[in-house]
């Protein structure tokens, strides 16, 4: 049972416009939550992380909401480039130690 | 990046073959892991390692082994490859287990079992 969804497989946005990825998750443990960017042939690179403790964390254009109560985090991209064509996994971890469970993966298409 | 290399990168074998995938890192990290990534599920732990000789098995370890003889090395074997072990799989490490600590991944290698 996929305990992270990200029920969006494909995502296509304008250059220049916001990005916005979803993630879900059904394990109220989780405690930490990341965001993976992967290109083709590579593996995967981390963004972003939040923990439980926040709702918001920022790095530069990107920006990770978490809304406990919805069991629910979103990436957001602004402004959106080329170069963030790519696949995104959320990923979350709880008290049972460094094993990380990774939604199934959002394909983003900035059009240039 | 993280010093992780993997190999080989791409594998063709035959459904009964064993195969071995080899992860090395340079960063001295004490956890390493291997993931496989399907379509429609994501990445999915193997297997993970937490020092030399100590490892734990993950969500998906059936048909799988692992070992661990040197803090920079973590080998994947399939004893016996089936088709259904045809997917991409990656390597991680980590300095810590705790929750909070992020896995950096290898380039991934591409195995095909007919």
């Known amino acids: 049972d996929q305990q992270v969804k990200q029920n969006s497989p494909s995502l296509s946005v304008q250059e220049g416009r916001i990005s916005i990825l979803n993630c879900d998750y059904t394990n109220s443990m989780f405690d930490y939550f990341l965001w993976y960017k992967k290109y083709p042939a590579e593996g995967p690179t981390f963004l972003i992380s939040?923990?439980?403790?926040?709702d918001k964390n920022e790095d530069g254009r990107f920006t990770v909401f978490l809304n406990k109560s919805a069991k629910h985090l979103s990436l957001h991209i602004v402004p959106s480039q080329p170069g963030d064509s790519a696949v995104y996994f959320c990923?979350?971890?709880?008290?049972?130690?460094?094993?990380?469970?990774f939604g199934t993966g959002t394909s983003l298409t900035v059009i240039p | 990046d993280a010093g992780i290399t993997q190999s080989p990168r791409h594998k063709v074998t035959e459904t009964g073959t064993p195969v071995t995938l080899r992860c090395h890192q340079t960063?001295?990290?004490?956890?390493m892991y291997w993931y496989r990534q399907d379509p429609g599920h994501g990445l999915r732990l193997i297997h993970y390692s937490y020092g030399v000789k100590d490892t734990d098995k993950g969500e998906v370890s059936d048909g799988y082994s692992v070992s661990r003889s040197k803090t920079e090395d973590f080998l994947l074997t399939l004893e016996s490859a089936t088709s259904s072990q045809t997917s991409v799989y990656f390597c991680?490490?980590?300095?810590?287990?705790?929750?909070?600590?992020?896995?950096?991944f290898g380039p991934g290698t591409r195995l095909l079992v007919l």
């Open positions: 960063e001295n990290h004490r956890y």
């Open positions: 991680a490490i980590s300095f810590s287990r705790l929750s909070q600590e992020t896995q950096y």
């Open positions: 939040i923990s439980s403790i926040k």
């Open positions: 990923a979350a971890s709880g008290n049972t130690g460094n094993q990380f469970y």
